[in-house]
């Protein structure tokens, strides 16, 4: 195990969330387009990510199943989508809809029994997770989601 990865206590998670949530509630103010969040909040997981002792380096516009993934950082994948666009349920089923792709082809690049996918506007977040079953097909309606 990491040495940094087993000094890290609750506090210090605490302390990272909650400078995660400052720097992206000021960055929100900042950015005007999907890249420029994206750019953004990648610049902001940096730090945080060393700190936990989190090693991945992150794979961008990755090709994945029917589109190119935003960020995939090991099992997770982040679909940025431009600020404030979540306010519309049209626009969050979109993005669920990436992800939900996305994860299904992730899933068949490994034997990854688990993923999660995020959507983020810069101003409201949702998750999917997967759960696969080893090799068996997965359909996009089951409910490993």
Same mark, same amino acid.
């Given at each position: 195990?990491?040495?940094?990865?087993?000094?890290?206590?609750?506090?210090?998670? @605490?302390?990272?969330? $909650? *400078?995660?949530?400052?720097?992206?509630?000021?960055?929100?103010?900042?950015?005007?387009?999907?890249?420029?969040?994206?750019?953004?909040?990648?610049?902001?997981?940096?730090?945080?990510?060393?700190?936990?002792?989190?090693?991945?380096?992150?794979?961008?516009?990755? &090709?994945?199943?029917?589109?190119? &993934?935003?960020?995939?950082?090991?099992?997770?994948?982040?679909?940025?989508? *431009?600020? /404030?666009?979540?306010?519309?349920?049209?626009?969050?089923?979109?993005?669920? $809809?990436?992800?939900?792709?996305? @994860?299904?082809?992730? &899933?068949?690049?490994?034997?990854?029994?688990?993923?999660?996918?995020? /959507?983020?506007?810069?101003?409201?977040?949702?998750?999917?997770?997967?759960?696969?079953?080893?090799?068996?097909?997965? $359909?996009?309606? *089951? *409910?490993?989601?």
């Amino acid at each position: 195990m990491n040495e940094r990865k087993a000094k890290i206590d609750e506090k210090s998670i @605490l302390w990272l969330a $909650d *400078s995660l949530v400052k720097k992206t509630r000021q960055l929100f103010v900042q950015v005007r387009t999907e890249e420029d969040l994206r750019i953004g909040f990648e610049k902001i997981l940096e730090p945080i990510k060393k700190e936990l002792g989190i090693e991945l380096t992150a794979r961008y516009e990755k &090709s994945v199943y029917t589109g190119r &993934s935003d960020a995939v950082h090991g099992q997770l994948i982040i679909e940025y989508e *431009s600020p /404030g666009s979540f306010s519309s349920k049209r626009n969050i089923e979109h993005t669920y $809809d990436q992800l939900v792709n996305y @994860l299904l082809g992730e &899933s068949g690049n490994a034997n990854i029994t688990q993923l999660v996918g995020v /959507g983020f506007d810069g101003k409201q977040i949702f998750f999917v997770r997967y759960y696969g079953k080893g090799n068996e097909p997965i $359909d996009k309606n *089951s *409910s490993l989601f």
